[in-house]
């Protein structure tokens, strides 16, 4: 499959419709994903990235029968995770001989995985690569989100190729922002913002305003998974300036596990006292032994405030809580408030846990916690819809 994006550029990559899980068992792709690889002509021919490993062969396959691997002169490789680099050694075992542009950090990476001496041409932010008439701009993006990522960007067609930045897991055959569905679309972008990039909001706020500050102009924005941004292409740069900005909505997320109810008890009675304070605030409540944690992980992006619940078990957490905790640690969330809460039959030790380990992760701890012996009865409901209002009334 391919298709021409501009008259001479064409997209050569692989659609992925079904993917259902990315990073190994890390991240859910509801709605599959694209691996996008970009072929540029011009008096001289380069193509931008490959596909992931599984698909290697129908990628080389592809280009050979649309006779276009001989005439490829240069290879970009903007990013070395396997799913842009993964095709490399089938592409490079048909061209050998032909330069692979990227960082020097991405030699690294390369050479590390799949130990092939390639011909690297290491590239710095401002280099240029002509390809005759039109010229392809490097800029490095170390962080965004490997020490490896680049963008690069090709003149004449005021073109940008961002790689992960302004992705999104989300396989369509429409594959241009304008003809996807909006709200899917919005809502995979800011899944894989939340999910991927959140950790490295302070840098992607600095390069976009880096490149902003390029005055290049900007008619499309080709990443290398998802839609490609050709309507307005700056409103996602926008928005990423919007949620690199410790973003947060008016909502307040409650994530707990539960043994045999008592503590999903509680947490529907303090959503019940949050509810009777704010009547404004968005309150959503997850279990998150059977939620997604990357959809839990996109709530808690959007709340301004959190609450973690779990009763106590073998003097710890449940699991299922416990694992969302560390990954919410490794993102390391900013300007979010949050509180403990859960149910215990005698130690009791899930609450001052479960605080411990929200403030590793950066949570601003506005209550000790609150935590009810066995199955709450009408009293401890009370203690908990208490504990909501009192919880809400600490955000205002
Ligand atoms: Fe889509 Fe960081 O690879």
């Known amino acids: 499959m391919s298709f021409s994006i501009k008259k001479n550029i064409t997209w050569v990559g692989k659609i992925d419709w079904e993917l259902r899980k990315f990073h190994g068992e890390e991240y859910s792709t509801h709605r599959g994903s694209s691996y996008n690889s970009y072929l540029v002509k011009d008096k001289k021919t380069a193509i931008i990235d490959t596909v992931w490993t599984p698909f290697a062969e129908e990628f080389v396959r592809n280009l050979k029968e649309m006779d276009a691997l001989k005439s490829i002169d240069f290879v970009i490789a903007n990013h070395g995770e396997p799913d842009h680099s993964g095709a490399l050694p089938e592409l490079m075992r048909e061209i050998p001989d032909k330069p692979i542009y990227c960082t020097a950090n991405a030699v690294k990476s390369l050479k590390a995985q799949y130990h092939q001496d390639w011909n690297f041409k290491p590239v710095k932010t401002g280099e240029k690569l002509s390809l005759g008439d039109k010229e392809l701009i490097f800029i490095e993006a170390p962080m965004l989100h ?15 190729f961002s790689n992960d930045a302004f992705g999104q897991h989300y396989a369509s055959e429409l594959m241009f922002n304008d003809l996807a569905d909006q709200a899917e679309l919005y809502q995979e972008c800011l899944k894989y913002y939340a999910n991927i990039l959140t950790p490295f909001s302070r840098l992607v706020d600095r390069k976009i305003k880096e490149v902003v500050g390029f005055n290049l102009p900007v008619d499309m924005i080709c990443t290398s998974h998802g839609v490609i941004w050709r309507k307005d292409p700056l409103q996602i740069v926008n928005k990423y300036l919007e949620w690199a900005d410790d973003y947060q909505e008016n909502q307040i997320t ?11 008890k509680m947490a529907e009675a303090i959503a019940d006292g949050i509810r009777q304070t704010d009547d404004k605030v968005a309150v959503k409540l997850f279990n998150c032994a059977r939620s997604d944690k990357n959809d839990i992980i996109s709530e808690v992006f959007k709340s301004r405030a959190i609450l973690a619940g779990s009763p106590t078990i073998n003097k ?16 390391a969330f900013r300007n979010k408030k949050a509180a403990a809460f859960g149910s215990y039959g005698w130690s009791g030790e899930s609450v001052k846990m ?16 609150l935590r009810e012996m066995w199955n709450p009865d009408k009293q401890g409901r009370e203690n908990c ?11 205002k």
């Open 146 to 160: 490997w020490p490896d990522s680049m963008f690069c960007y090709l003149t004449g067609d005021d073109t940008l």
């Open 316 to 331: 710890g957490i449940l699991s299922a809580l416990a694992g969302i905790l560390e990954e919410m640690r490794g993102l």
């Open 254 to 264: 409650v994530i707990y596990d539960t043994m045999w109810d008592s503590t999903r």
């Open 385 to 395: 819809l208490n504990f909501g209002k009192i919880f809400a009334s600490l955000l």
């Open 354 to 369: 479960i605080t411990e380990k929200l403030r590793e992760g950066g949570f601003e701890i506005v209550h000790d916690g």
